[in-house]
């Protein structure tokens, strides 16, 4: 146990030394971190939860100020870091709207490739939920044979025309060959407690909005969107041992303007390592879902985000944007 | 200006405004019908609610032309002389102090504009104007700056540098 | 009752350990200090201070933020009364007679009103949450959409009296304020509507904040100059032992709607989307339709300053039920507090009451604790507040503009907002001058997006079948209600006028 906890030690020691030695630079005035989606949501709090650490663990010698710029999925928020290109006080932490905003928007003039990829910090996961009170529902095929025989009247809830579950929910409409109604509410709470509520038939939910209700037995996933079976969900099956080719994942990553300076970026990328290699962020993402094995940044991170914005506009263009946008 | 003419020209404005408005919505291509199946379209709430405001804005000028309201039949003056250079110069420090604050940043601006109004609208003391005139900016950045950590707007580069300079010590003394 | 009670003692000592009772008395003096700020609410408290709490155990630090948010919520009412601007959305109503009270050199009993009935709302709301968190949690998962816009409509109806004599001007303010709310992006079908000029900072919308402190700052402030030629002070009040005592005799006049805005604010509090605003709107607007004397209301009626702050403080503690019981914010605030809880690693939710009723039990015997502490340093302090409306006209009049443009700044982190403040704020001046009524467009502002959003909501889940609000029990019951609401006034009003003729 001792040696166990002088390890720890030592390890925060080091961690909190780290950025220290790389003294060329540091940030000189509060450090904007920018969140690209409302109070509250997933994003919110994995910024809150950095910002709490950072502070926590004395590691900046300069306060970073969490700022939500909500407009429009995300638009404004990237419009901002577009405009502060060369800025090295201003991070931002995304969502998949970092990819389909611009797609869909595209009058917003904003080209990602040319953000700064600082780290990604976990992977969201999805799964599809429905109320445990539909007991003819136990696996997929019986969820799709009951969609297919309620039709237009079977609800969908999600967070917004354009936000991730709705991207996912227009490829198993394309997938599995029905229609739905889907109805977009504010935020994921609100989805989880309609759908608990039975005002909506089924779901497509992080499992931190969802895992609550799921322990107290009001909801239940049927398949997860994952390459393998998370350990919160032993008993979940993925899509893909089904035979359903569909594999879908959120990113929370951090990056920053154009143009950082690279002794910036290198400062912050040590920061974000040492708080990626904490225990409080890996419990965070054991407890939420998240998977957190390896942080990828730099070039790495620039090669993930290029090949994910590729695969968001072949979906976009696969299931249709007017699909996807409603109306 | 009197009450009267300036109710004819505020109806004649919001009827415009509300016009402008449908049009934006219509010409932004939304739906401004019901779409089948799904209830109103995006665009439905907007337009309409203008057009109720065009309505209401058609019913104030009939009522003027009829002289049903007060203000129709008012021939006092809309904004009197002294009222003019009181509101008018209070609006203009405002627009002056945001101005100011995007360019010469929050505190120089605050300073300036209690100056302007301490000493040379409310013809206090010197002494007082210069207790407002530190006191605000003081106060303001330990509210905002140091128990909020809200980053005020410091202006142009060269400004915000001088200001950096300034905030250091607080870092290094007491954080 | 034992289940409640053993517990709920348990809660209380654990309230009074030195270092919950201290964070307990400095949670409510901050939440005091930024909500008295104009601009500044429990939001800007909360998110700042969370960071903070990461430093002391999860009950200490929610007992923290839930005492702040205690705080805020009376300091409201405060900057509404002292300085007409309400200092949050919740305070709004608050203005409508707390400002003529003030201007009247009543402004030590109104405040010492809002301090009553919010506590007396605190209380209220407390006992009730004690009692049947369970059971409303399971009712307000009953609460879709329909429900939820029935519940706007009953809220408009309540205020349908607010406006002014001239009912085109009226019928304007109130629709200008609802386009208002339109503009930004639409979740609903993913579209940016009403994006002025091409510019991407309209998606963000204009916030109600901005339009609040536009109006009642700026072009309140501009008409009391207009008024005063910038030369009067306002009424300096002495305090003295009898005033105090008279102040509280006042009470009778306004117990009624204070226990009618109490419950009323708690429940709507309790159903996650609505929140305190709301509720004190439509307490408000209760109060004066069912008041004895309607038209005092709005020139300084002390009822029409406590039926609201009763229900804000009601529904703040109403909106945490759905927070602790269902993960789901009914407020900005709550949507924080709730991130707290995660952070700290507390899972809101079904479960928690069972899983972790020292933190439950602890939060609820905090809660009683804070609303006395707070009550108690708001009535001791009420001196102190009214010295600034003492001050000389020409001194306040900066510092009002100054906490304007900076809490307007501090709510985005734009000064694109406090372009549009002064916008807004310079033409409702130019509006007010005509007669036209303002404080519709500041309310339609807060329910419209609500409204919109549950309306459709509720159409697209019916496939376009608009008797989906009459078909379901709760949304039915609600807009009965909202029909006998709006038609009420009317009525009386016939039932008056026949009375007075018959008389004459």
Request: charge should be negative; glycine fraction near 10%.
């Amino acid at each position: 146990m001792t040696v166990l906890k002088t390890l720890t030690v030592s390890a925060l020691a080091l961690a909190v030394s780290a950025p220290a030695a790389f003294a060329e630079w540091q940030p000189r005035k509060p450090v904007e971190f920018i969140i690209m989606a409302g109070t509250g949501g997933g994003a919110d709090q994995i910024a809150r939860l950095l910002q709490g650490l950072i502070e926590q663990k004395d590691l900046s010698p300069r306060p970073f100020i969490p700022m939500n710029k909500p407009g429009g999925s995300g638009a404004e928020a990237m419009r901002y870091l577009q405009d502060k290109a060369g800025d090295n006080h201003t991070l931002m932490v995304t969502l998949n709207s970092f990819y389909t905003t611009p797609i869909i928007q595209d009058e917003l003039g904003v080209d990602i490739t040319e953000f700064t990829p600082i780290g990604l910090m976990a992977m969201d996961t999805f799964l599809l939920w429905v109320n445990s009170d539909r007991e003819d529902i136990i696996d997929l095929d019986s969820y799709v044979a009951s969609v297919k025989e309620a039709g237009l009247d079977w609800k969908v809830g999600g967070t917004g025309s354009g936000q991730e579950d709705s991207i996912l929910t227009a490829m198993m409409e394309n997938e599995f060959g029905y229609e739905v109604t889907y109805i977009p509410f504010s935020g994921g709470g609100t989805v989880a407690k309609n759908l608990v509520g039975n005002q909506i038939d089924s779901t497509v939910n992080n499992p931190a909005e969802q895992m609550e209700f799921w322990r107290a037995g009001n909801s239940k996933p049927l398949v997860q969107f994952t390459a393998e079976r998370m350990p919160a969900f032993p008993d979940v099956p993925t899509a893909k041992e089904l035979g359903v080719d569909m594999e879908y994942y959120m990113q929370r990553s951090v990056n920053g303007p154009p143009g950082m300076d690279p002794e910036a970026v290198e400062w912050y990328t040590n920061l974000f390592q040492t708080l990626f290699d904490s225990e409080e962020w890996q419990a965070f993402c054991e407890s939420d879902g998240l998977t957190c094995d390896n942080m990828l940044k730099g070039d790495e991170l620039a090669a993930f985000h290029a090949k994910a914005a590729k695969d968001h506009a072949d979906l976009i263009e696969a299931v249709g944007a007017d699909k996807i946008t409603g109306e | 200006m009197t009450v009267r003419t300036a109710e004819l020209l505020m109806a004649i404005a919001t009827l415009l405004l509300s016009l402008g408005l449908m049009m934006k919505v219509y010409f932004d291509g939304l739906t401004i019908g019901w779409v089948d199946g799904r209830g109103p379209g995006a665009g439905v709430w907007p337009f309409w609610l203008s057009a109720g405001m065009a309505l209401a804005s058609l019913a104030t000028l009939i009522r003027w032309f009829m002289g049903v309201t007060p203000e129709s039949r008012s021939t006092e003056d809309y904004i009197s002389r002294d009222t003019l250079f009181i509101v008018g110069v209070s609006a203009a420090a405002l627009l002056g102090l945001l101005i100011s604050i995007t360019i010469i940043g929050t505190y120089l601006s605050l300073m300036l504009f209690m100056l302007l109004y301490v000493r040379f609208l409310g013809g206090h003391s010197w002494g007082m104007t210069m207790g407002m005139v530190i006191g605000t900016p003081v106060f303001i950045y330990l509210l905002f700056e140091v128990a909020l950590t809200k980053y005020l707007p410091k202006g142009l580069p060269i400004f915000e540098e001088g200001f950096l300079w300034l905030d250091n010590f607080r870092y290094e003394w007491f954080y | 009752m034992e289940t409640i009670l053993i517990p709920l003692g348990a809660g209380l000592l654990q309230a009074f350990e030195p270092l919950n009772l201290f964070m307990i008395i400095t949670g409510c003096l901050a939440g005091l200090f930024v909500g008295c700020m104009p601009g500044l609410g429990s939001v800007n408290g909360v998110a700042i201070l969370l960071p903070v709490t990461f430093l002391v155990p999860p009950t200490a630090a929610i007992i923290f933020l839930a005492a702040l948010y205690y705080g805020a919520m009376y300091g409201g009412a405060i900057s509404s009364i002292t300085l007409g601007i309400p200092g949050a959305s919740t305070a709004v109503a608050t203005v409508f007679d707390g400002r003529p009270m003030a201007q009247k050199g009543k402004a030590d009993s109104a405040l010492m009103a809002a301090a009553i009935a919010s506590f007396i709302g605190g209380t209220v709301s407390i006992i009730l949450f004690t009692l049947f968190a369970p059971p409303l949690a399971a009712f307000a998962l009953k609460f879709g959409p329909q429900e939820e816009f029935a519940l706007m409509l009953l809220a408009f109806a309540t205020f349908i009296g607010l406006g002014g004599d001239d009912i085109p001007k009226t019928i304007f303010s109130i629709l200008l304020g609802l386009v208002l709310a339109a503009v930004g992006f639409d979740i609903i079908s993913g579209q940016p509507r009403l994006i002025f000029f091409d510019m991407v900072e309209f998606q963000r919308g204009i916030g109600f904040l901005v339009l609040a402190i536009g109006v009642y700052g700026i072009g309140e402030m501009l008409w009391t100059l207009e008024s005063t030629k910038g030369k009067v002070q306002m009424h300096n009040v002495k305090i003295t032992w009898a005033r105090m005592r008279s102040n509280f005799g006042q009470i009778r006049e306004y117990i009624n709607s204070t226990w009618v805005g109490s419950i009323l604010g708690f429940f709507v509090g309790t159903l996650p989307a609505a929140g305190a605003t709301p509720a004190a709107l439509m307490s408000y607007g209760l109060a004066k339709t069912f008041s004895k004397d309607p038209d005092s209301f709005g020139k300084g009626n002390v009822a029409g300053v406590a039926a609201p702050e009763a229900a804000n403080n009601a529904a703040s503690t109403g909106s945490m039920l759905p927070m602790l019981t269902l993960g789901i914010p009914g407020s900005p605030t709550t949507a924080i507090l709730l991130g707290g809880m995660i952070i700290w690693g507390l899972r809101p939710g079904p479960l928690l009451f069972t899983e972790s009723p020292d933190f439950v039990w602890g939060l609820i015997g905090s809660l009683y604790i804070a609303n006395v502490a707070t009550v108690l340093l708001n009535i001791a302090l009420i001196p102190v507040f009214i010295r600034v409306l003492a001050m000389p006209f020409t001194l306040l009049t900066p510092i009002i503009f100054v906490l304007c443009v900076l809490g307007v700044f501090a709510t985005t982190d734009r000064m694109f907002d406090t372009w549009i403040m002064l916008i807004i704020g310079v033409t409702a001046y130019l509006l007010r001058k005509l007669n036209y009524p303002v404080a519709p467009a500041v309310l339609a502002i807060v329910l419209g997006p609500l409204a919109e959003r549950s309306m459709r909501q509720s159409l697209i889940s019916s496939q376009g079948d608009a008797m989906t609000f009459l078909e379901r029990p709760i949304s039915l019951t609600c807009v009965l209600l909202a029909v006998a609401l709006a038609t009420y006034p009317i009525i009386q009003k016939a039932v008056r006028n026949r009375r007075s003729r018959r008389a004459a």
